[in-house]
């Protein structure tokens, strides 16, 4: 699953078992999130406790570079909570009034651009 928040952009994927190694059978109780961007992952981390004391991993050769690994039941939590704490009528808007996520705006641009091709006529 793909999530764009107030926190940043993430991949959310069943995780492999082990340490994620492609070949490892998935994991069905662990998921891990997955993020271009290493400040995302910590942002995300500074707003959900549960997920402080799971360490950000690089993969510098991965198509997501930084990566953390959870229960799923402590993301599912995560989940619940940021339906939870919605309290903006404009998602774009939210990410800029934020310090210094420029680009992160610009990309959430493009993507709205880009999805609103669904849109039948």
């Not at 340490?19 to 500074?46: A, C, W, Y």
């Not at 991993?57 to 953390?68: I, L, T």
């Not at 998602?91 to 934020?98: A, D, L, P, T, Y």
């Not at 705006?105 to 493009?110: G, N």
Request: net charge neutral; hydrophobic share 35%; with cysteine.
């Amino acid at each position: 699953m793909w999530l764009f928040t107030q926190y940043g952009f993430f991949s959310v994927v069943s995780a492999r078992k082990g340490f994620g190694e492609p070949g490892k059978p998935v994991d069905p109780d662990r998921v891990m999130i997955r993020s271009r961007s290493r400040t995302h992952l910590e942002q995300l981390q500074d707003r959900f406790p549960s997920l402080q004391g799971s360490r950000i991993e690089s993969f510098s050769h991965s198509d997501y570079p930084f990566r953390v690994f959870v229960q799923k039941a402590v993301w599912s939590l995560v989940m619940k909570d940021l339906a939870d704490e919605l309290d903006y009528d404009n998602f774009k808007g939210v990410i800029g009034r934020q310090p210094d996520e420029g680009q992160y705006l610009d990309c959430l641009h493009d993507v709205w651009a880009i999805m609103r091709r669904l849109e039948k006529n």
